[in-house]
């Protein structure tokens, strides 16, 4: 129910200096990471991995992140340029700061995949163009996000919230 404003008070000094594009991937997802390092040439961005694992690892020239505490976590979207995920977190998180992004699914199958919540997020607020089809072919991955929509759609569906929040505790 945070806005971003809200957020921002949360936000420390980053330890990364210089805009970057962030990656948050659950899993190996290779269209993502194709993504990412095309998007990190176009852009002339650094990429900070966060939270990969061992076969995720980009090569020396790109900062990987083995630990980040909540508030590092937040930090690091907020200042992010870019930001390639297939995290619930990292897409509510990149819209929060109004980040331009990108998802893959990771078509995870059972109680840890947490596509159906991207699918309906983006559905949501006329942001299903964020996702990635099969291939890149085509996409402008550079391509800005109308966020005074989004923030118009977050802001109905907040006060929605608050609403029904306001009746089920009285």
């Not at 992004?101 to 942001?127: C, H, Q, V, Y």
Request: with cysteine; net charge positive.
């Amino acid at each position: 129910l945070l806005d971003s404003k809200s957020w921002e008070g949360f936000m420390m000094e980053s330890a990364i200096k210089g805009p970057y594009l962030l990656y948050y991937a659950l899993g190996e997802i290779p269209l993502l990471k194709q993504a990412a390092l095309r998007l990190s040439k176009e852009a002339h961005l650094p990429i900070v991995n966060l939270k990969p694992l061992m076969r995720q690892l980009f090569s020396l020239r790109y900062k990987n992140l083995q630990d980040a505490g909540p508030l590092d976590f937040l930090t690091l979207f907020y200042n992010a340029a870019y930001v390639v995920t297939n995290s619930f977190h990292g897409t509510a998180f990149a819209i929060y700061f109004k980040k331009p992004f990108w998802i893959a699914l990771s078509n995870m199958k059972g109680p840890k995949s947490t596509d159906s919540r991207i699918l309906d997020l983006l559905e949501l607020l006329g942001l299903r163009d964020r996702l990635l089809g099969d291939t890149l072919d085509g996409t402008d991955l550079r391509r800005s996000i109308p966020y005074e929509e989004v923030d118009c759609i977050l802001e109905k569906e907040r006060r929605k919230s608050l609403e029904f929040l306001c009746k089920a505790l009285s």
